[in-house]
């Protein structure tokens, strides 16, 4: 079955292999296989088959970009496979907050899905299409996916990677691609402190009301189907003290022709993150704060570039998700009490404002 226009889903029953992955991480395999199911989610062995339309299921649907897909990580490794709820992978690479409201309501609407929980993950690509389009695109009723070439748009649209596609006829060389990016980003001269200012002001006032809006359409739309939507932070390695496996692999935002400098990359991937606080706090929304959890170790291990999960990284990811969701709470006054009792082997935590907010 095809995704229809309104969707930005897998190809159904893709078969891909991704060679010479130990270029890459630390304990990496040479290949991964890369598999979708005929519904288009990411295929895994380790997560049994939900059939739609069943309400007595208990399950979780997880959407978002490349680090929920996490395609370089092998299957029954990859952090929605090791989550404690069954969960069906619905993340895809450059994928954006707005491409996730459709699936989730393709998902929901046309193949009837019903899950207990919607993991929605977003951030650096939500800030990629910002610094690309504007804030207009954030918004469901203006936005509309145009490429001008009928076959172009159906890669894009539908099949895996298309920049790795065209560029390597064959085999998909990720250490050569994410090397070239990280180089290609440091050749812009930096970015001075005001014109970084003056953007992230901007970013922030515009942006807010645009995500404000797409969260409240999701929980509403997944409430009509008894299920609820939580806020995943996206954790990532804009950091001093962070050490690669071989090249540093993390590549910058660039606007108007200057590259963001370390310390400004972070500033707003914090940014970003702060403004998914607001909006849970304001709808109340819950909300798992990964990236809090990623902060309390070095990253070196878990991320290979900027976002991008290693196995390892993956298995401590589901460790941050699974004893909040074990232990049904969203929000807590204090996080570390929660570490502390809780997930003494991840060192996870929660992000809330206020207290008392559960998921179920």
């Not at 469901?140 to 539908?158: A, Q």
């Not at 590259?259 to 702060?274: A, F, H, P, V």
């Not at 403004?275 to 109340?284: H, S, Y």
């Not at 969701?325 to 502390?340: A, G, N, R, T």
Request: with cysteine; aromatic share 14%.
């Amino acid at each position: 079955m095809l995704p229809d226009k309104h969707a930005y889903l897998h190809y159904p029953n893709l078969h891909l292999k991704f060679y010479n992955l130990d270029t890459l991480y630390k304990d990496a395999p040479d290949i991964v296989i890369f598999e979708t199911s005929d519904l288009g989610y990411v295929e895994s062995s380790s997560t049994r088959r939900i059939t739609p339309g069943e309400r007595s299921q208990n399950y979780a649907i997880a959407l978002g970009g490349s680090t929920t897909e996490s395609a370089v990580v092998r299957e029954g490794r990859r952090w929605t496979d090791l989550l404690n709820i069954p969960t069906l992978n619905y993340g895809k690479s450059k994928v954006f907050s707005v491409q996730s409201y459709f699936n989730l309501r393709y998902i929901l609407e046309v193949l009837q899905f019903r899950p207990q929980y919607l993991l929605i993950m977003h951030g650096v690509n939500d800030i990629w299409t910002y610094i690309g389009d504007g804030a207009d695109d954030f918004h469901p009723e203006t936005y509309k996916y145009i490429v001008g070439n009928p076959w172009t748009d159906f890669v894009v649209k539908y099949l895996y990677l298309p920049t790795f596609v065209w560029r390597r006829s064959k085999e998909y060389d990720y250490y050569a691609f994410y090397l070239y990016e990280a180089r290609r980003s440091l050749a812009y001269p930096p970015m001075s402190n005001a014109a970084f200012q003056n953007f992230l002001g901007t970013f922030e006032e515009t942006l807010y009301p645009k995500l404000k809006n797409l969260y409240q359409r999701m929980a509403l739309k997944a409430e009509l189907f008894d299920a609820q939507v939580i806020i995943l932070t996206q954790p990532h390695a804009y950091k001093a003290d962070y050490t690669p496996y071989r090249e540093d692999l993390r590549s910058y935002p660039v606007v108007n022709g200057r590259r963001m400098t370390l310390r400004q990359s972070e500033k707003l991937m914090d940014s970003y993150k702060n403004l998914l606080f607001d909006i849970a706090q304001e709808l109340n929304h819950p909300l798992v704060d990964v990236a809090n959890c990623f902060e309390k170790v070095n990253v070196g291990d878990l991320l290979y570039d900027s976002v991008h999960l290693t196995e390892r990284g993956s298995r401590y990811f589901a460790d941050c998700v699974n004893g909040p969701l074990e232990s049904k709470i969203v929000f807590l006054e204090d996080p570390q009490e929660w570490i502390d009792k809780r997930c003494s082997r991840a060192s996870s935590s929660f992000a809330g404002r206020h207290t008392g907010t559960t998921v179920g």
